[in-house]
């Protein structure tokens, strides 16, 4: 593993482990395991042993930390073979090059290696003039326009003095520039001490309203939250905004020298004391600073700024969509999905209880078709004709009038003993178009394969949203802001954790269901569908040896995540890998029971002593999964399914009332709070402020998407479509003289500095602060659940049309 120039690998195991907190041997056991093809979800659930119990959390942490540090000692041994080649290597410097331990130090320590375009530098010391930069460095009693004149020399482009003074001042401007050691305290200064300032354009003022709380602002960098960072740069890009990286506070006068300034000229020993050459000296660390160095760490403190709302915004979106993939699945009940729209009609689609759709049409409830009537008749019929339970409602446009037709329908047919069910349709429309929906929904025309959409992810959220890029179910903050690469893996081990995590009937489930199970890849995926259409359902876990291209590595990997019910053996519609078959036929013959009557069988099962079955294979981790997992088989980690209640008559904005206490089911979590789906078309925002009666850290802490929580509305601003809740029930509501501009008096404390605590949160996402004021930012993706949210809570433009 190791390289010429680099450090071991057993170095870099050392150093994670010393950051996670475990021993190196843990580290150095799941790098074998995923150097050797294994993935987190296997190595979390059936290699404990060899790992000392590290969870799915460290493994992801050690998987980032690995890629990270491997690159690291690639580019280091690049450096090394360069700096090699110019013949500068010395021991000195190779070992300052190895022990650089971050990406940054290292590009710090080559710069002055680093094969640049000619510089000012280069052409003064090919005059000859190095002589003259270090004599007036190392001398200061020297005046330097008697020095320089001795370097005149026309025929090597040295005019006059001047000009031989200008070529020195360029040597010294670069030597300061690139000191590994100076930049490095530079930055980190300037980390602390600076801040991010921004400023309306001229004339942008009315076209970028939505960037109104940063058109004069200015906030530490140490103290900017991912949402406003994001934001800037998004005002920045879209020429609303200038930003400007400030060192420090700002001084009165330009003529005063920067605290910056002074560190330069202590590491090189220049102090103004009188002697002739201590002006210029002075004037050339200026020169540095204002023309190189400052330059160099605004690139710096812009990439580390981005980087870190990169990281947060990743982890946001990464949270959510976690929640939202796990969210609790209806079961195996036959939905009538209901994709709403006016002019265009509804979109009718019924699945049965496995999935398939058994019939589709359009009904013309709304305007300006106005069919009521007849569009409760059709569903109805439809209901009755197929065993319909659930009815699935998509919540974009048109979707409170639909919700209402739903409603009816339950009432005027309460024999059909029908539930409606709000569900978010956000990547619908993706799928709907997509190449997977083609395949599967061939003959179908894309508006009614959005209702199809609906109604199963009702029933199983999970199963159906595997089927949209990650990034299209959109519930992050300012997602096409970010790094392709960087979200893209997140998103995806997240997916992955939550498919192995819960488990995946192998004969039911769908290509790319069965993609995101550990060990399969799509073409692997579309061979075992392929392999069940030509076969029939599988009926062991050992069948899938047969299927085309899936060998030993990747049945060792898939085995155990893959559920056979009702197969020719109990134990492969449980999570227990085959190769602890043996294990549990032990249990069988300890227990004098059958392998069916063992599963389940809680008092048999807890009269076992895991130490008895503890062998050279498999530990006591690995044993006390087995017993647990045989105690209740197959279960599912995810919640019981329940429906939030909608108040009756509150249907649209102009039904709220402050004081008000609703139910309501969390749409979006972000930074600054949380969006609360009331049903009146418009989210409410719950600002962090008004989350909790202690400090809320992270919003995540109190809800996730897709809880129902009981809120109370404390302010409407029906103008701009915005409404605030809090889930602190006996917070004091607005006066109702106030409801046409809520939080009006904060939005005159704009301007620069801090912004103050209750306007945290401003920013994010587009919005923002909606529940404490109304900031308007930046708009997400218009396609993305965050969107929905953000424009259903009045924070973004209304979406004009169906999707």
Known sequence: MTTPGSIAVGSIEGRIAEELGVRERQVRAAVELLDGGSTVPFIARYRKEATEMLDDAQLRALEERLRYLRELEERRTAILDSVREQGKLTEELAARIRGAETKARLEDIYLPYKPKRRTKAQIAREAGLEPLAEGLLGDPTVAPLAAAAAFVDADKGVADPQAALDGARAILTERFSEDADLIGELRERMWVRGRLAAKVREGKEEAGAKFADYFDFAEPFTELPSHRILAMLRGEKEEVLDLVLEPEEQTESSSVPSSYEGIVASKFGIADRGRPGDKWLTDTVRWAWRTRLLVHLGIDMRLRLRTAAEDEAVNVFAANLRDLLLAAPAGTRATLGLDPGFRTGVKVAVVDATGKVVATDVIYPHVPANKWDEAIAKLARLAKEHTVELVAIGNGTASRETDKLAAELI????????????????????????????????????????????ARRLQDPLAELVKIDPKSIGVGQYQHDLSEVKLSRSLDAVVEDCVNGVGVDVNTASAPLLARVSGITSGLAENIVAHRDANGPFKSRTQLKGVARLGPKAYEQCAG????????????????????????????????????????????????????????????????????????????????????????????LSDLSSGMVLEGVVTNVAAFGAFVDVGVHQDGLVHVSAMSKTFVKDPRDVVKPGDIVKVKVLDIDVPRKRISLTLRLDDEAAPQDRQQNPGGERRQQRGGGRPPQQRQGRGASGGGGGGGGGSRQAAPPANSAMADALRRAGLLDPKKGKR
């Open 411 to 454: 009432t005027r047919h309460p024999e059909l003993k029908l539930t409606k069910v709000m569900v978010s349709e956000a990547g619908a429309s993706v799928y709907s178009a997509s190449a997977f929906a083609s395949q599967e929904l061939p003959d179908m025309d894309v508006s009614l394969r959005g209702a199809v959409s609906i």
């Open 561 to 652: 995540f893959l559920r056979i019910r009702g197969g020719d053996d109990p134990l492969d519609s449980s999570s227990v890998h085959p190769e602890a078959y043996p294990v549990v036929r032990r249990m069988v013959k300890t227990s004098g029971q059958e392998v069916a009557s063992l599963i389940g069988n809680t008092g048999a099962l807890r009269s076992l002593r895991p130490d008895d079955f503890v062998d050279e294979t498999f530990g006591l981790p690995t044993v006390t999964d087995i017993l647990k997992e045989l105690e209740k088989p197959g279960r599912d980690p995810r919640p019981a399914f329940k429906t939030a209640t909608f108040k009756e008559g509150v249907e649209k």
